[in-house]
């Protein structure tokens, strides 16, 4: 995998522009700040003058708006007014209330052929015996419970070039050795929700086509015992799988052992491997967004859904998740089902949700986060309508359970929590061989074994930040790149990372501190 040199950022001027505010639909009683404006700043798109101080990314009142009276972004409710709001004022979290909403579906309406490109685009691939297509080569360690997770980490850390360069010298074309560990395992349920989707993910991980040989390790006496992993579901696997449990090898230093001299036995085999030419079909990109802004439904989360429907166009597969953050506008994607059964599990999902919040005693507005309404987001409703442009405009083809398999190709949607982590660990586990992630606020991110890109939504992170950040797409806000000319940026970049060419957070190693199965056993 080549490691680039990590550049300064371009200098982007962040002078006021000609545009001072951005509206985003003809029916929209809010526009958003391009940068911050003081009391008295005349907006002559709008026809008015600022009457409050407005953070760059919040919204302003463009007409007076009664107490309980819609809020409207994207052509979309976003919430009530919880007082009178005057033309020219703030609209945030002291004014602006949340309710729930129920909209109608409406399934396939907006759904429409795919038109595919004649030549699809490639990328540098590596091809597995049984066809799949790989976009890195690691060898996987797997723990069965938080109790193999010492023995895990330490067998990984004499694998790590930083540590020991001289135990992967020999050996180029692996990329290292990943621990996933977790904090579950034992004390829940063995005929449970959460036993089966822990094990769910756990095999998703093992079964993943960027490892060249998996090894799982187990301590011995857990609820998730090694042989439900391994026998039932990892025999067929066309690399080598091996396991042992702690407790039958004579304890903590003798597993440590055993698992190093494993890894050693796969390394010959795993750097046997070259890439190769492969259509784009062969990508399957998981969709993220985390520390999101007022110009994250603007900037990186539409150029994204540019790209995805490039990749779609070429054959490949993209998944949106984060089920709680595209509550309130779940229609839109409804609209776009490919069939009323694609429809009615996507509205079945976030029924579900509905139920388990109530249960939980929580809401779905525990969103947006405080980074999140600092930013200028005020509500989960805000926050969704933004969050679902990354998911393009092409048909919704599928909705999966988390963590499950992703086999159909094109856009889909996979039912997992908002938490980026546990989320992004769900599309892996289903299958996404590469992760584009929009941040406005600088999440810091990746996802071993696969690679992860970050897209920042504003000039000022870019700056801040740009040694964490792939690719800027804040100059959309200033009018210097339109939404489909970072469309066409990200899904070239799609294909250099997919190739080998290293992402930022890759760089820095992050991506195995991130692997979160989701948890949703009751701890016995």
Not at 137 to 146: D, E, T
């Amino acid at each position: 995998m080549s490691t680039p040199t990590i550049r300064p950022p371009v200098a982007i001027s962040l002078a006021r522009s000609r545009r001072t505010v951005i509206r985003l639909h003809p029916d929209d009683n809010v526009v958003v700040a391009c940068y911050d404006l003081t009391a008295g700043d005349r907006l002559d798109s709008e026809s008015l003058t600022t009457i409050d101080p407005i953070p760059s990314g919040h919204k302003v009142a463009t007409r007076a708006i009664s107490a309980g009276s819609s809020v409207i972004r994207y052509g979309q409710f976003i919430g009530l007014a919880r007082t009178d709001i005057a033309p020219g004022a703030h609209v945030h979290t002291h004014n602006l209330d949340y309710v729930e909403v129920d909209h109608a579906a409406q399934f396939g309406v907006d759904a429409r052929p795919t038109q595919f490109v004649e030549k699809p685009a490639t990328f540098l691939g590596i091809r597995r015996a049984d066809g799949r297509v790989a976009t890195r080569n690691f060898i996987g360690l797997v723990s069965s419970v938080n109790c193999s997770a010492t023995v895990v980490r330490a067998i990984a850390d004499y694998f790590r070039r930083d540590l020991n360069p001289a135990a992967l010298a020999d050996f180029p074309n692996v990329d290292g050795v990943v621990p996933l560990t977790h904090g579950n395992g034992c004390a829940v349920d063995p005929n449970g929700l959460g036993l089966q989707v822990l094990q769910r993910t756990l095999r998703g991980y093992a079964q993943h086509v960027n490892f060249a040989g998996v090894i799982v390790i187990g301590l011995g006496c857990e609820t998730n015992q090694v042989e439900d992993l391994v026998e039932v579901d990892l025999s067929g696997l066309d690399r080598p799988v091996a396991s042992f449990n702690t407790q039958d090898v004579g304890g903590t230093r003798q597993a440590v052992a055993r698992g190093i001299e494993l890894v050693k036995s796969m390394l010959p085999q795993a750097n046997d491997v070259y890439r190769e030419e492969v259509p784009a079909s062969e990508l399957i990109v998981g969709l993220q967004c985390g520390g999101s802004d007022g110009y994250s439904g603007i900037t990186a989360n539409p150029a994204l859904g540019a790209a995805v429907d490039r990749l779609v166009r070429n054959g490949g597969t993209a998944i949106l998740s984060e089920t709680p953050e595209i509550y309130g506008a779940e229609h839109l994607l409804a609209r776009r089902a490919s069939s009323p059964e694609v429809g009615q599990k996507l509205l079945d999902r976030m029924a579900w949700w509905l139920d388990y919040a109530e249960c939980m005693g929580a809401e779905l507005n525990n969103n947006p986060s405080a980074g999140n309404k600092k930013g200028g987001l005020t509500t989960v409703l805000e926050k969704s309508l933004g969050g679902v442009a990354k998911g393009g405009t092409t048909a919704l083809m599928e909705v999966y359970e988390y963590a499950q398999a992703v086999t159909t190709r094109g856009f889909v949607f996979m039912d997992t929590p908002g938490f980026d982590p546990v989320s992004a660990t769900g599309q892996v586990a289903g299958g996404a061989n590469l992760i584009a992630f929009t941040t406005g606020r600088g999440s810091a991110y990746g996802c071993q074994p696969t690679p992860s890109l970050k897209l920042s939504t504003n000039n000022e992170l870019w700056l801040r930040q740009s040694e964490d950040i792939d690719i800027n797409c804040g100059e959309i806000v200033n009018g210097y790149a339109t939404v489909d000319e970072l469309g066409e940026q990200i899904f070239q970049r799609m294909l250099t990372c997919a190739s080998g060419e290293s992402s930022k957070s890759e760089l820095f190693g992050y991506g195995q501190n991130e692997f979160v199965p989701w948890q949703l056993s009751a701890v016995m």
